[in-house]
């Protein structure tokens, strides 16, 4: 499919060198805003305005919307306010609020003045809840009803208003503004009755989240519940908007996107990896990189104190790297599966409990594993294939029982931090690999130089 749309997209763009406008045009109405928007990426400077201008008026601010924020900007600057009045002027709120965020002041100024008062008043009112709040993605664009309303009078309703709503499918029946019942458009068209009042079918077992909810928590209930929008009251349960599954879908995977950058040690970028530059790649890592560094000071005291049993059984230096990196993987692996299930939704606190014992159970069966092909491996391949006479059956003994408990200790470190910062309101994903893999070469150190000394008597 990647390849049939390159394919697609350079022939469009040969069109475009070689002004071809008419059929680029014929071919651009037939393609989704989407795939319109992806063209863009690859353009010159020059040639996005001459396209952009070869869309129809919806498409193109259907289009416009789902470009990067470094083309609309091109665009907004060489648009005449005609041309900026008609893009405005077929947003949706949501979709224009998010717009000025990302805009700077000067072209904010210019997007304001072009759209009208009622626009603009929307527009502030979104952009003064929280960045994380399910009122800072909502629109206010959605179908109202009231509860006396007939069948006919509804459907009368949604065919004069719907055409500039974001969804029709479902419709909200407020009185008074306060949100008291749903009814979707199916149980209007297959109601029998058209005088039938609205009161008597609607929905009155409501699922609603408040404009100061958590945007995660408000896209995970439209997955659970597999709504299409999910309705946003205030403090008095009036009704201000609705979040739609498409814009859930975008936080779902900007949270997604988040939590894998900083389980891999990492700031979280606002940037694609291909709009970051240099520079943005440098910031967004090297502090972490240091604070990691820094804290690998701790690995290298323990193998300093130790330093004295090293130099008596030097076999046991070749151990270490081994022993260090199960011990990391083990506890990255139990953290990555605890956070995936905070994300979802399937964990809390409460549960460090059945936590703890099902990894412990767990971390016996894959200590025991690896001691024994480990065993095998260093008697087998260390000893008698490469000949090394320094490993002893008590020194590959340390070895196994190190590893074992090494396990053990990695993946009760790695299930219990993520839930630990839960608790403290941190993101658990800080607490993934780069984190836990460091106290891990630190724990595991202390216990091979507890065994060391304990059954060879270094």
Not at 412 to 419: A, H, I, K, S
Request: glycine residues 4%.
């Amino acid at each position: 499919m990647a390849e049939r749309f390159e394919i697609v997209e350079k022939a469009l763009v040969r069109m475009l060198e070689e002004k071809k406008y008419a059929t680029l045009r014929d071919i651009l109405i037939t393609m989704n805003p989407s795939d319109v928007a992806a063209m863009f990426d690859g353009l010159e400077e020059k040639q996005i305005p001459l396209l952009f201008r070869l869309l129809p008026k919806e498409q193109a601010a259907e289009t416009f919307v789902e470009m990067e924020p470094e083309a609309q900007e091109l665009l907004i600057r060489g648009f005449s306010d005609n041309e900026l009045k008609e893009v405005v002027d077929e947003l949706y709120v949501d979709d224009a609020a998010d717009l000025v965020e990302e805009m700077p002041a000067n072209v904010v100024k210019r997007i304001l003045r072009q759209a009208t008062p009622e626009m603009r008043n929307t527009i502030n009112q979104i952009l003064r809840y929280g960045d994380n709040t399910a009122g800072s993605i909502m629109t206010t664009e959605y179908v109202s009803l009231r509860p006396d309303m007939t069948v006919e009078e509804s459907i009368l309703r949604i065919r004069r208003q719907g055409f500039d709503k974001e969804t029709i499918y479902t419709c909200y029946v407020t009185q008074d503004r306060v949100l008291i019942g749903l009814v979707t458009v199916k149980d209007l068209l297959l109601c029998d009755n058209d005088e039938t009042l609205i009161r008597d079918i609607m929905l009155t077992n409501l699922i609603s989240v408040n404009t100061h909810t958590d945007k995660e928590e408000a896209a995970r209930m439209l997955s659970h519940y597999n709504f299409l929008a999910l309705p946003v009251v205030d403090r008095e349960d009036r009704m201000v908007g609705i979040v739609t599954f498409d814009d859930a879908m975008d936080v779902m995977e900007d949270e997604a996107t988040e939590d894998m950058e900083l389980m891999g040690g990492m700031t979280p970028s606002e940037k694609t990896y291909l709009r970051s530059s240099a520079a943005d790649l440098f910031k967004n890592r090297i502090p972490w990189l240091m604070l990691l560094m820094v804290s690998a000071t701790f690995t290298g005291l323990i193998i300093t104190a130790f330093e004295g049993a090293l130099a008596a059984q030097v076999a046991l230096t070749a151990f270490i790297p081994m022993l260090m990196g199960t011990g990391g993987n083990s506890g990255s692996q139990s953290s990555v599966t605890v956070i995936r299930a905070l994300s979802l939704g399937e964990l809390q606190f409460r549960d460090v409990g059945t936590v703890l014992w099902k990894e412990l159970r767990t971390a016996v069966l894959c200590g025991i594993a690896l001691a024994v092909v480990c065993f095998a491996k260093i008697w087998l391949i260390d000893r008698l294939l490469f000949g090394n006479n320094e490993i002893t059956l008590m020194v590959d003994l340390v070895v196994c029982l190190a590893l074992c408990v090494t396990v053990v200790i990695a993946k009760l470190v790695g299930c219990t931090l993520p839930l630990l910062a839960k608790v403290l309101h941190l993101d658990p994903a800080v607490m993934a690999s780069p984190f836990i893999s460091t106290i891990v070469d630190a724990l595991s150190l202390l216990v091979y130089f507890v065994f060391a000394k304990a059954l060879l008597g270094v």
